[in-house]
T-cell receptor, first 115, second 114 residues
Framework: GAVVSQHPSRVICKSGTSVKIECRSL??????MFWYRQFPKQSLMLMAT?????????EQGVEKDKFLINHASLTLSTLTVTSAHPEDSSFYIC???????????FGAGSRLTVL | GENVEQHPSTLSVQEGDSAVIKCTYS??????FPWYKQELGKGPQLIID?????GEKKDQRIAVTLNKTAKHFSLHITETQPEDSAVYFC?????????????FGTGTRLQVTL
């Protein structure tokens, strides 16, 4: 089956630093990946759609200069939280689907804590 | 854009009883409705999905029904077990055959008690 891996699973950083989260499709190629953010006891909110070889499409209200997305290959998308602040602390989750398929597989999530 | 509402927000049932979670959606063009189970500290896992060309789908103890006219769909879990305890999310999307942008409901925390 389709497997999506995220790394790191947990990260703690100081305010003002940047953090990179990786999302990999392990056994399939994904031309599109999605990045979600989830605050405690809340639903998943779509942040952006990551497209291989082109710029990401961001949802309204999501700062593209703060949340940098790079989808450089068919198996890897990265989310970089730049100049992180405590309010960026959240659970970040990616998802992907096989090219031509329409079922999304989610990663296990990455919990970011900004001190 | 799409708006998905989900009820109830919390649900407690005794082991062996059934659990029902309901969702409504706003975009009549949505045609793909997955349900996800999320355990604490983990990503969502797809448990069942339904497309708009069918009204019901069943997989062992789990079933989903869809009413396109009323724009609502429901998850039914029968013979609940403690390991069913988790947060369940419904979602809706316009599925064009490629990766779909999902809109999630607000989630239902299901607690199955012994």
């Amino acid at each position: 089956g389709a497997v999506v891996s995220q790394h790191p699973s947990r990260v703690i950083c100081k305010s003002g630093t940047s953090v990179k989260i990786e999302c990999r499709s392990l056994d399939f190629q994904a031309t599109t990946m999605f990045w979600y953010r989830q605050f405690p006891k809340q639903s998943l909110m779509l942040m952006a759609t990551s497209n291989e070889g082109s710029k990401a499409t961001y949802e309204q209200g999501v700062e593209k200069d703060k949340f940098l997305i790079n989808h450089a290959s068919l198996t890897l998308s990265t989310l970089t939280v730049t100049s992180a602040h405590p309010e960026d602390s959240s659970f970040y989750i990616c998802s992907a689907s096989r090219a031509g398929a329409n079922v999304l597989t989610f990663g296990a999530g990455s919990r970011l804590t900004v001190l | 854009g799409e708006n998905v509402e989900q009820h109830p927000s919390t649900l407690s049932v005794q082991e062996g009883d059934s659990a029902v979670i309901k969702c409504t959606y706003s975009d009549s063009a949505s045609n793909y409705f997955p349900w996800y189970k999320q355990e604490l500290g983990k990503g969502p896992q797809l448990i069942i999905d339904i497309r708009s060309n069918v009204g019901e789908k069943k997989d062992q103890r789990i079933a989903v029904t869809l009413n396109k006219t009323a724009k609502h769909f429901s998850l039914h879990i029968t013979e609940t077990q403690p390991e069913d305890s988790a947060v369940y999310f419904c979602a809706a999307a316009r599925n064009t055959g490629t990766a779909s942008k999902l809109t999630f409901g607000t989630g239902t925390r299901l607690q199955v008690t012994l």
